[in-house]
């Protein structure tokens, strides 16, 4: 079955579900492939971890080649692994165009840094302005401000506050 046929669907902005229902949308991983780009050829990223395909680092080695179907596979299956993080850490009802922001932002940062994050803490609370907000803190890569962070960021925190509205 092909990447196209395992995905959901986006969800209209005022449907809500758990994390723990939802699968990373079209748009979703549009929005990771736009952010991370592709390199079919491994590489070290700004932090020197071992990176290959859209930003995958799950089993990668310096010398390593993928095509571009390997490429789609790796995506949706970091990108579900991602969302399986998202499901564990949040327990309120989320719209598609949330959980999607959130699945990119772990796939950036990791379940580790998201389930301590102030941000998780906001979400659960049912702060979503405040959660927000905390999109921009996290655009620094070993100290350094980087510019590709924060436009990604940006575009997650977009999305992210297009569901508040209907948390109300």
């Given at each position: 079955?092909?990447?196209?046929?395992?995905?959901?669907?986006?969800?209209?902005?005022?449907?809500?579900?758990?994390?723990?229902?939802?699968?990373?949308?079209?748009?979703?991983?549009?929005?990771?492939k736009?952010?991370?780009?592709?390199?079919?050829?491994?590489?070290l990223d700004a932090v020197q971890v071992p990176t290959i395909c859209y930003g995958s680092t799950r089993k990668v080695y310096i010398g390593q080649r993928a095509t571009p179907a390997?490429?789609?596979?790796?995506?949706?299956?970091?990108?579900t692994y991602a969302g399986k993080g998202v499901a564990k850490g949040v327990k309120v009802?989320?719209?598609?165009?949330?959980?999607?922001a959130l699945v990119s932002f772990v796939f950036n940062v990791g379940e580790t840094k998201f389930y301590r994050s102030t941000m998780l803490r906001k979400i659960n609370a049912g702060d979503c302005w405040g959660a927000g907000a905390e999109f921009d803190r996290w655009v620094y890569a070993k100290g350094k401000r980087l510019k590709g962070l924060?436009?990604?960021?940006?575009?997650?925190?977009?999305?992210?506050?297009e569901g508040c509205t209907v948390w109300q």
């Open positions: 079955m092909g990447t196209k046929h395992r995905v959901v669907a986006v969800a209209g902005a005022g449907l809500l579900a758990l994390a723990s229902a939802l699968l990373p949308s079209q748009s979703g991983l549009d929005s990771i736009k952010h991370e780009g592709v390199r079919y050829a491994a590489y390997e490429c789609e596979e790796r995506l949706l299956e970091d990108a009802k989320l719209t598609q165009g949330q959980y999607d924060v436009s990604r960021r940006a575009d997650e925190r977009k999305q992210w506050e």
